[in-house]
């Protein structure tokens, strides 16, 4: 195939592409990125800026002009169906509609846009209002009843409709969490707390014991809130979270509470010039370490330094407040609401490995006691099945606690890349030892890998979607990310590589681009992974051409800059991030250059 291949058109692409992820850098030498706006965040903001003025006299709302430029932006970006989408390339959906339109009935601005309040209240008929809520999320109550606990607060749902959270559990000491099997995800604590006061506040139960139990419950519990709230008032640097759990305090009256002045604070801190807000306030320690990692080699060694004297100031050192993680992972960001995870810290342990490269300074005499610890971290985390979930190990058979193929993948590659480079060093009993149990928990990896593997070849990650597919699922990311795994440790030939492999191949679109199922429209990040995949996995066939061919076309006009929204953030809640693109085409085509420059050599 090389002879097919124009190199010195792949190189051109590179550069410029590569040229322009360095552009991104922050003045300090690593990556914030951009995430979307969102319509969702934006609705649970006004609520909780209207909830927190609202004892105030008319002419003393010290929030009245940020609500006012928000609900101008929210009534811009409704979309033709009557609807509202996450961001501003989304599909409507039931939860940010009924947020959106909460938003207006409680500002009281439903009469200034009549025609709007009349399109939306359409949607919401026809898809199925509150019951259509509770299904998209089934048994999950993380993110169901906060929206109709915002719907309660505008008066449009009752609120016995809403499933009651037994808040009085925060109580416990959190090693119980996993045993009493909690109706929220691990990282949301907060929103039991004020979200399970609130609804007791207004619908208490009938039950006379727990109604005491929970009555004597407010105050341990808010103590436990105000314990865990991170140091910038933003709980995981959310504003829909931060947002439910202050409307929650302000409707209770407790409008002076400390957690709810800190969470107002963060609310406007947060606000963009448009008058929008995004669904977190960066990625910062994410889009480094992927950034890091597609350019390998290929960022200049004098700027290594600052990026990782960025990463080593990102891990933990402490146990973190509310999930109770060991110290040594890393979160998505570099704020004080970040949780670490299980995908943040295998990419911070490789980018690590990657800059250690020719660098003699402190820094990276700190990169081994580093490793040695997000190892140790990601080591404990693994469940029982082998596989890695996100937050806390064995903590639920909730989604988003669940182990998930794309976090166990990146995680052997990174129990991998440390070996490669520690190994030799392992001299010691207790460093044997050490190898031992590495080399355990890489084969139940990899067995949980295998039954995770859907019949047609495919895997499915957590954390991405596709907003055009069946169920919203993204089998290129997932499929993708396994891959590369697979490959890494030396195991291209297995059967389930090679499903894979055919999985992707056929799944590319008659343009040479990839999308979540064949036919949908193509996206910069869905092409770039499936196209890298297949290289690592040694493929050099017609659909590698085609789909770079693709890709050289997207950097020449452009279009490699467009993000699609398949990043979610939590209970299908959809972004994108302005730097996906970017990185994921770096990846893909320092990938081909490198190949394709070696087979050029040896022909």
């Known amino acids: 195939m090389a002879g097919s291949i124009d190199l010195a058109r792949l190189e051109r692409a590179y550069e410029k592409a590569r040229t322009r992820l360095l552009e991104e850098r922050t003045s300090t030498g690593w990556w914030e990125g951009e995430l979307s706006t969102s319509a969702l965040s934006t609705a649970t903001a006004i609520v909780a800026l209207e909830m927190m003025q609202r004892p105030l006299p008319e002419e003393s709302k010290p929030y009245q002009q940020i609500i006012s430029r928000a609900l101008r932006w929210l009534a811009e970006h409704q979309n033709d169906d009557g609807g509202w989408g996450d961001t501003v390339k989304s599909l409507s959906n039931i939860s940010t509609t009924m947020l959106a339109r909460a938003a207006f009935e409680v500002t009281g601005a439903v009469k200034e846009h009549p025609a709007l309040i009349e399109k939306a209240d359409s949607y919401i008929e026809r898809i199925g209002g509150v019951e259509a809520v509770i299904r998209r999320y089934g048994k999950d109550k993380t993110f169901s009843v906060p929206i109709l606990t915002q719907c309660a607060i505008a008066g449009q749902v009752d609120w016995r409709q809403i499933p009651a959270l037994p808040f009085e559990l925060a109580r416990l000491p959190h090693r119980f969490y996993s045993t009493i099997q909690l109706p929220v995800v691990s990282y949301a604590l907060p929103a039991l707390i004020a979200i ?227 190994a030799e060093e392992w001299t010691s009993m207790e460093d044997r030892k050490r190898a031992q149990r590495i080399d355990r928990a890489i084969e139940r990896g990899f067995e949980f890998l295998k039954r995770a593997q859907r019949p047609d070849g495919s895997w499915l990650p957590l954390w991405f979607g596709n907003q055009f597919a069946t169920d919203e699922e993204n089998p290129v990311y997932g499929t993708a990310r396994v891959l590369a795994a697979w490959c890494d440790l030396g195991r291209g030939d297995e059967t389930e590589t090679r499903n894979g492999i055919n999985w992707i191949t056929s799944s590319q679109n008659e343009s040479g681009g990839w999308s979540g199922q064949p036919g949908l429209p193509e996206s910069v990040e869905e092409t770039a992974l499936a196209v890298e995949s297949l290289m690592v996995a040694g493929q050099t066939d017609a659909t590698v051409e085609r789909g770079l061919d693709w890709l050289c076309d997207a950097v020449e006009s452009g279009r490699f800059a467009e993000p699609s929204p398949i990043g979610f953030y939590f209970a299908k809640l959809w972004y994108f991030e302005r730097l996906y693109p970017l990185i994921f085409t770096v990846s893909a085509l320092r990938q081909a250059c490198r190949r394709f420059q070696n087979s050029t050599a040896n022909q």
């Not at 400390?258 to 320690?285: H, K, Y």
């Not at 295998?346 to 990169?367: K, S």
Request: aromatic share 8%.
């Open 196 to 422: 399970g006061q609130v609804r007791h506040h207004f619908a208490k139960t009938r039950n006379p014991l727990t109604r005491v139990l929970r009555d004597i419950s407010r105050k341990p519990t808010l103590d436990k809130l105000q314990a865990i709230q991170p140091e910038s008032g933003g709980f995981l640097e959310a504003t829909p979270l931060t947002s439910f759990v202050t409307m929650s305090l302000a409707a209770m009256g407790l409008h002076d509470h400390p957690v709810a002045r800190q969470g107002v604070q963060f609310i406007i801190d947060s606000v963009r010039e448009d008058g929008s807000w995004p669904i977190d306030t960066n990625l910062a320690t994410w889009v480094t370490t992927l950034s890091v990692n597609a350019l390998e080699g290929d960022l200049p060694k004098e700027e290594r330094e600052k990026v990782l004297g960025f990463l080593l100031d990102q891990q933990y050192k402490t146990v973190h407040p509310y999930t109770n993680a060991e110290p040594g992972g890393w979160a998505w960001t570099n704020l004080s609401g970040g949780v670490p995870d299980a995908d943040d810290t295998p990419g911070a342990i490789l980018a690590l490995l990657n800059l250690r490269t020719d660098l003699e300074t402190q820094h990276a005499d700190a990169i081994p006691e580093s490793t040695d610890a997000g190892i140790n971290w990601l080591l404990d985390l693994q469940n029982r099945d082998g596989g890695w979930p996100t937050f806390c190990r064995g903590w639920g058979t909730l989604q988003f606690d669940r182990s998930s193929p794309d976090l166990t993948a990146h995680t052997l590659r990174a129990l991998h890349r440390y070996q490669q480079a520690y």
